[in-house]
């Protein structure tokens, strides 16, 4: 479910933020920027500010992005993956949209019951000589304890709204939230034990040799500022091998059974 | 495994237990999944390969630049020096290794060092070709709040920066021109030894210089002990550095922290290049023109004559141009140009013009580029190809990118020939062409590479031909023969001078024949001079290679 049509993209991201997409031609996208939008990605705070202060409304800017980067342009920015402007989008969203509350959408007929689902988008990175990355989608059921993998990808299929639907009410969870999330970083926990390491052995092993070399290099040597210990830290933090785990985003989900 | 070092997420949980209490704001469906799909999309998902390639998608990297930087990442734990020959593109490796750092979130903050001439260039190569937010530090910036901060060694440290710089803990330091932190008892050194970095990169074209233990110094910032201990490695291999070449074991130390490229063992250039000397005559009418200007004005400075003297080898337009702006500007002038003025008009066609139509004639069916000084010069030589039938198109630096790729589509496309004023900046391939025509010879050698560079380069499929013009009797004749000939700038390929400049402490060779010129009485002074600067470059030159042959390959 990684981004592969980057024009399609940009459309869903600007529509979600009531831009209007003034023309969307053969890679090139025409957008008016709303207000918050121009102040988000344009970096132009002084004329806001003065607009402000001039009582005025302030005129939000169009934007021309260019996708296919095959086509001769007058005007437009070329915006490819690693163009600073989809860098900027990319962390706009990563920042703003962390948390969500959603609730299944159903046809009013009979009343429902909607269960609890603490839904946890984390990435793991693994971090030794070099590093890589592993991103989970968890959503465990506040009620019976159930807990799935590839959580998104079933999201992906259902309606999901903001309000409770009509007839419809909520479970109270018996697991809390809290509590929940230290279940699933348990289980990611046991995962990471249960694998193969051997990345973070070989670092260790280069860890051991440079930190020999280093006492063979100030062995008998003065050292008036310390500048081994100092050394010492550095290799230490460059080489010891470690895992991190961060939530890029997550939220709780009403759901049907 | 066990007691594996595992960092949680403790932010996540309050975040969104407040959001909850306060009931928002939440994320929209499309939104939320968006920023999966964006974080899924970004993500480094293997140990190996090379990431920021496909994020770049508009640079063309040779073989051996993105081997340097891959080498750089995976053996050396992005602690090394680059050292590649002048003009093999450390920067560009440098640029390469931060990218691939960045896209990977293990570099944040970098600090990078170079000479303060080079600080904004830096920063516009890391933003242009590698949409590197890098900027320059400026007074009053803080050293915390940016993360990209090109600044200079003089700068750096200076008080209150240098306290400041020693607080912050880089993921990447890159010094360029290492070669000024090579001694161990120096300001520079220290600064470069205490600053707290996880990656390091060192940037020299010559990692040797005087002494061995100058990369006994350098490894030493990279990988402290690498080498031993400074006694016992100074006990052990002297300070000699021709012991570089003798102890095996020595060079396999060393090559575990340095990539280093030569020409020679780069495939960047398979093909030949031939070069010609075109030598020109004079007709009567410009001979007698040129000879009157050379002893006649009195009144006006050596070096402005000297001008006028290069211009009237190019064309009548240039000389007549600067002439006119002279006289504007000292009116005291007039009088002494008003008769080269009047003179000029008479003037036949351009000796060089009529051999550059006689040398395009021989090849009809193929494109050729001409490479002049002046602009004057490059549209007499456009109406004049004009006048005998083939066609041609302009091309300069200050033509806007839209401009640019017009010219070059035309001139791939449509027309013969290409005139062009300037080479550097950044780079035109024309590598479906291979002949090239030096209206004029620049003073800076160097310049004559990077017009060369244009359509001798990766790419070129064919033996490359390059014409170099020149008047007999002329001021050119001077350049070329105690210049470019006597120094074989020919044979060899020019990067290698930029290191020989540097032993010299010449920074620039194009002032450097300015201020022989200027200095000069005569004609026959300025010959001497000349052939003396020559001499001295060969003499070091061929130095160096002794030494390069000891230290060199690696």
């Not at chain 1, 051991?208 to 100092?230: A, H, I, P, S, V």
């Not at chain 2, 090849?363 to 030589?381: C, D, G, H, M």
């Not at chain 2, 074989?488 to 024949?513: A, C, P």
């Amino acid at each position: 479910m990684a981004i592969s049509n980057l024009n399609q993209f940009l459309v869903q991201y600007f529509r979600a933020h009531q831009c209007d997409i003034i023309k969307n031609e053969d890679g090139v996208l025409v957008i008016q920027l709303t207000e918050e939008m121009d102040r988000t990605l344009m970096n132009r705070p002084f004329y806001w500010h003065y607009m402000k202060q001039m009582g005025q409304a302030g005129e939000p800017m169009q934007l021309t992005l260019v996708t296919n980067l095959k086509k001769e342009v007058e005007k437009g920015e070329r915006i490819h993956f690693g163009s600073p402007r989809l860098q900027q989008i990319i962390n706009h969203l990563k920042a703003k949209e962390r948390f969500t509350k959603l609730y299944e959408q159903l046809p009013a007929v009979n009343r429902v019951a909607l269960h609890p689902w603490l839904v946890v988008n984390m990435k793991l990175s693994y971090i030794g000589l070099q590093k890589k990355d592993e991103l989970f989608s968890i959503g465990l059921n506040l009620v019976n304890g159930m807990m799935k993998t590839d959580m998104i990808d079933q999201l992906k299929h259902l309606h999901l709204q903001p309000a409770i639907p009509d007839f419809c009410y909520t479970i109270s969870p018996l697991i809390m939230p809290g509590s929940g999330f230290k279940r699933i970083e348990k289980v990611l926990t046991t995962y990471i034990e249960e694998q193969d390491h051997s990345w973070a052995e070989a670092t260790r092993k280069e860890l051991l040799q440079e930190k020999e070399l280093l006492q063979q290099f100030y062995d008998g040597q003065e050292d008036e500022d310390n500048q081994f210990e100092k050394e010492l830290t550095q290799i230490i933090e460059r080489y010891e091998p470690k895992i991190t785990m961060n939530v890029t985003n997550g939220g709780m989900f009403y759901l049907a059974q | 495994m066990k007691n594996m070092k595992v960092l949680y997420d403790n932010k996540f949980m309050t975040g969104l237990e407040e959001a909850m209490k306060q009931d928002g704001p939440f994320s929209s469906w499309e939104l939320f999944s968006m920023a999966y799909e964006a974080e899924l999309t970004t993500m480094t998902s293997d140990f190996k390969g090379f990431l920021s390639l496909k994020y770049l998608p508009h640079m063309e990297f040779l073989s051996h630049q993105i081997n340097a930087a891959q080498q750089v990442i995976e053996n050396m734990n992005g602690r090394a020096i680059l050292a590649d020959e002048v003009g093999l593109g450390k920067t560009i490796e440098a640029g390469l290794i931060l990218k691939e750092y960045m896209v990977r979130g293990v570099v944040k903050k970098a600090l990078l060092l170079v000479p303060a001439s080079l600080v904004n260039q830096w920063v516009q190569e890391l933003n242009e070709k590698f949409h590197i937010p890098a900027i320059a530090h400026r007074k009053n910036y803080s050293w915390e709040q940016h993360n990209i901060l090109v600044t200079s060694l003089d700068t750096a440290k200076k008080s209150p920066h240098q306290e400041q710089i020693l607080e912050i803990d880089y993921d990447l330091v890159l010094v360029d021109e290492a070669h000024k932190i090579k001694n161990h008892k120096t300001k520079n050194y220290e600064l470069v030894r205490a600053l707290k970095k996880k990656y390091c990169l060192l940037l020299t074209a010559t990692p040797v210089q005087n002494e061995l233990i100058e990369i006994f110094n350098l490894v030493s910032i990279l990988k402290p002990g690498h080498l031993g201990s400074y006694e016992a490695f100074v006990k052990r291999f002297g300070k000699d550095r021709s012991k570089l070449k003798e102890n095996e074991y020595l060079k396999k130390l060393v090559k575990k922290v340095m990539v280093r490229h030569t020409r020679e063992n780069t495939n960047m250039n398979p093909t030949k290049r031939h070069i010609e000397t075109v030598w020109v005559t004079f007709s009567k009418e410009e001979k007698s023109f040129y000879e009157q200007l050379d002893t006649a004005i009195g009144s006006i400075a050596t070096f402005a004559k000297l001008t006028l003297l290069r211009e009237i080898c190019s064309s009548r337009e240039a000389c007549y141009l600067s002439m006119s702006k002279m006289a504007e500007k000292n009116p005291e002038l007039k009088d002494s140009f008003h008769p080269f003025i009047k003179q000029i008009e008479q003037l036949p066609a351009h000796a060089k013009a009529e051999q550059v139509v006689r040398l395009i004639n021989q090849f009809p069916n193929e494109k050729v580029i001409i490479f002049t000084e002046y602009r004057a010069s490059q549209l007499y030589l456009q109406w004049y190809l004009q006048q005998n039938g083939i066609s041609s198109v302009p091309y300069r630096g200050g033509f806007n990118r839209g401009k640019k790729d017009w010219m070059r589509q035309l001139f791939e496309n449509q027309v013969q020939v290409l005139i062009a004023t300037e080479a550097g900046g950044e780079g035109i391939n024309l590598q479906f062409c291979n002949r090239m025509i030096n209206y004029d010879l620049p003073w800076n050698p160097m310049r004559l590479e990077q017009r060369i560079g244009r359509i001798h380069r990766f790419g070129q499929e064919k033996d490359v031909h390059i014409y170099n013009f020149a008047i007999k009797d002329t001021i050119e004749e001077h350049i070329m023969k105690l210049l470019y000939e006597k120094l074989g700038l020919f044979e060899q390929v020019i990067g290698r001078l930029d290191s020989i400049l540097e032993v010299l402490n010449i920074t620039d060779m194009e002032q450097e024949i300015e201020a022989i010129m200027k200095s000069s009485a005569s004609t026959g002074e300025i010959k001497i001079k000349l052939d003396n600067l020559s001499s001295v470059i060969h003499h070091t030159a061929e130095f160096e290679q002794k030494v390069g042959e000891q230290y060199g390959n690696f």
